[in-house]
C-alpha cells in the first residue's frame, strides 16, 4: 500500500458527460501529480500541484483540470469526454517538489468512456 | 527536456535466468532515474531509484540498476528470474530542475516455468 488513495477505483460513462477523479495524498506529502496511461500514448503527464499551487502541466487537455485543496487532496475533472478519454488515470504525490524525490502512485482509476 | 528510451517493449526469460531490462535516458542536466514496476490491476510501485553518489543502486526484490552517464544508460538486472517478476517495468527520468517524471514505454517481462 503506497499511501496514496484514489477514488473511484472504476467508473463508466457516456460521451459528453464530465466526470470528478479523486486524489488523496500520502500524510504529509505537499506535491499531487496526475498522470494518463493508455495503451497508444504510455505513461502522459498532465499536471502537478505543490502545496495548492499549480507547479508544471504537461500533455493535458484544455477539457480537463486540477485543483489542490488546503487539506492537499486533489480533484482531476474530465468534461466533454470523448471515447479517446478512457485510460487508467493515476495520481501521485511526493514529499518535496522535484528532484530527487520518488513519487509514491495510487492504484490509479480506470475510465471508461461508451 | 528529458526523455527515456526503454529497449525491447517484451522480455521473455526462463526461470532463474537473468533478466536485463534496457533503458536509455536523454537529459541536459543532471538526472534522477527510477524504475517502477506495475502488476496487473496495480499501480506502480518504486523499485529503485539513482540520484547522486554510488552507481550501482540496489532496489527491491533483488533488482539492481547501474548508472553510467558516459553511456547515458540505467539498465535494470536481476540475476535469477522469479515468476513473481513477471510484470511491466518502467524506467522513469526526473531532471534537477524539474518536477515531472518523465516515463518510457514500458517493458513487460514474461517468466517462462
Known amino acids: 500500500d503506497s499511501g496514496v488513495t484514489q477514488t473511484p477505483k472504476h467508473l463508466i460513462t457516456a460521451t459528453g458527460q464530465r466526470v470528478t477523479l479523486r486524489c488523496s495524498p500520502r500524510?504529509?506529502?505537499?506535491?499531487v501529480y496526475w498522470y494518463q496511461q493508455s495503451l497508444d500514448q504510455g505513461l502522459q503527464f498532465l499536471i502537478q500541484?505543490?502545496?495548492?499551487?499549480?507547479?508544471a502541466k504537461g500533455n493535458i487537455l484544455e477539457r480537463f483540470s486540477a485543483q489542490q485543496f488546503p487539506d492537499l487532496h486533489s480533484e482531476l475533472n474530465l468534461s466533454s469526454l470523448e471515447l479517446g478519454d478512457s485510460a487508467l488515470y493515476f495520481c501521485?504525490?511526493?514529499?518535496?517538489?522535484?528532484?530527487?524525490?520518488?513519487?509514491?502512485f495510487g492504484q490509479g482509476t480506470r475510465l471508461t468512456v461508451v | 527536456a528529458q526523455s527515456v528510451t526503454q529497449l525491447g517493449s517484451h522480455v521473455s526469460v526462463s526461470e532463474g535466468a537473468l533478466v536485463l531490462l534496457r533503458c536509455n535516458y536523454s537529459?541536459?542536466?543532471?538526472?534522477?532515474l527510477f524504475w517502477y514496476v506495475q502488476y496487473p490491476n496495480q499501480g506502480l510501485q518504486l523499485l529503485l531509484k539513482?540520484?547522486?553518489?554510488?552507481?550501482l543502486v540496489k532496489g527491491i526484490n533483488g533488482f539492481e540498476a547501474e548508472f553510467k552517464k558516459s553511456e547515458t544508460s540505467f539498465h535494470l538486472t536481476k540475476p535469477s528470474a522469479h515468476m513473481s517478476d513477471a510484470a511491466e517495468y518502467f524506467c522513469?527520468?526526473?531532471?534537477?530542475?524539474?518536477?515531472?517524471?518523465?516515463f518510457g514505454a514500458g517493458t513487460t517481462v514474461t517468466v517462462r516455468a
Open positions: 501521485a504525490s511526493s514529499a518535496l517538489n522535484g528532484g530527487g524525490t520518488e513519487a509514491f
Open positions: 500524510s504529509g506529502d505537499l506535491s
Open positions: 500541484y505543490y502545496n495548492g499551487e499549480e507547479r
Open positions: 537529459s541536459s542536466v543532471p538526472p534522477y
Open positions: 539513482y540520484t547522486t553518489g554510488a552507481t
Open positions: 522513469a527520468v526526473r531532471g534537477s530542475n524539474d518536477y515531472k517524471l518523465s
